[in-house]
């Protein structure tokens, strides 16, 4: 980080041939010798300090960066209209000064053929038969794993555990389970995108009842691997969802249950779900972030 008072003639001698200064996060120069555009996907740390500062210390700079950022930055780009609204109402900067680029998806994502080969593939790798539901994000607080492992509880009890739980991501504390779902849900931790690629293709559904996201890529990831999606009615997921997924209380453990059996139980409603998606996943991509974002810098 650059502080002004540290720089003076050399920071203008430096960035004096420099037309736009583009920071990818909050960790940005404070001061303006150059047009500066700074990216925050979100702002969660504001919202769950205790989940992201070891201390106060730690926190009080997280916050004195978002204070040099709605001070100095001539352009804050950020993923979503929730994200954009948290920015303008908690750090106090003019609207306009804060544009909406969404993110794109890998094109490594997309749907696969074979779906028997893909299944062979997962019980090599990962000992996965038949069917499943795959949640992605571990015990990341953000990721409401307990509600969906509850949610799943009362599934298994309605209609049997014909699903299993195929949960991907890291686990940074033991997670207790019950005889029934300790027969019934897998852990795989982290996984490769090539792997992930495949989850995507052959779960039957993936749910991410996720309490807080910037955007929710794992949402568009599963949308355009033509899985069915069931997320958060909150944050910035129904606009990623738009139509095409079905979105429920993240903190009510019925309506989720209830939406996973309808979902499960529904052949008609799962490839409704899955021509929804891919139609509304192709309004993503990084070629139109590529292009919104220079836009950015030529308006600067």
Same mark, same amino acid.
């Given at each position: ?59 009080? *700079?997280?916050? +004195?960066? $978002?204070?040099?950022i709605a001070?100095? !930055? /001539?352009?804050?780009?950020?993923? #979503?209209? &929730? ?107 982290? *996984?490769?995108? +090539?792997? $992930? ?5 052959? !779960? /039957?559904?993936?749910?991410?009842? #996720?309490? &807080? ?9 599963a949308m ?21 997924c079905v ?54």
């Amino acid at each position: 980080m650059i502080h002004r008072k540290r720089v003076g003639f050399i920071g203008r001698l430096l960035f004096r041939d420099i037309d736009v200064f583009h920071f990818p996060n909050s960790e940005v120069w404070y001061s303006k010798y150059a047009k500066t555009v700074v990216t925050l996907h979100d702002i969660a740390p504001l919202h769950f300090p205790e989940h992201f500062f070891r201390n106060n210390r730690e926190f009080s *700079v997280y916050k +004195e960066s $978002l204070y040099f950022i709605a001070q100095n !930055a /001539d352009a804050i780009i950020t993923v #979503s209209n &929730f994200s954009k609204n948290d920015i303008v109402n908690h750090l106090h900067v003019n609207y306009k000064k804060v544009k909406v680029i969404y993110n794109g998806v890998d094109n490594r994502f997309k749907v696969m053929e074979m779906p028997d080969v893909n299944q062979s593939q997962l019980n090599e790798r990962f000992g996965i038969k038949g069917k499943f539901i795959l949640f992605i994000g571990g015990d990341d607080f953000r990721k409401n794993l307990k509600i969906l492992l509850s949610a799943y509880s009362k599934v298994v009890e309605r209609i049997g555990p014909s699903w299993k739980l195929v949960i991907a991501g890291k686990i940074s504390n033991s997670i207790t389970l019950n005889q029934e779902l300790s027969n019934n849900v897998l852990f795989l931790g982290r *996984v490769s995108d +090539e792997d $992930l690629l495949l989850l995507y293709n052959t !779960a /039957d559904l993936f749910v991410f009842p #996720s309490i &807080f996201e910037g955007f929710g890529l794992p949402v568009l990831e599963a949308m355009t691997c033509g899985c069915p999606v069931i997320t958060s009615n909150i944050a910035s997921l129904p606009e990623v969802a738009g139509n095409a997924c079905v979105l429920v209380n993240p903190d009510d453990v019925d309506n989720l249950k209830d939406e996973i059996i309808k979902v499960l139980e529904s052949g008609e409603l799962k490839d409704k779900m899955r021509n929804n998606g891919l139609r509304q996943a192709s309004n993503f991509s990084w070629d139109n972030s590529a292009a919104q974002t220079i836009s950015v810098y030529r308006g600067l």
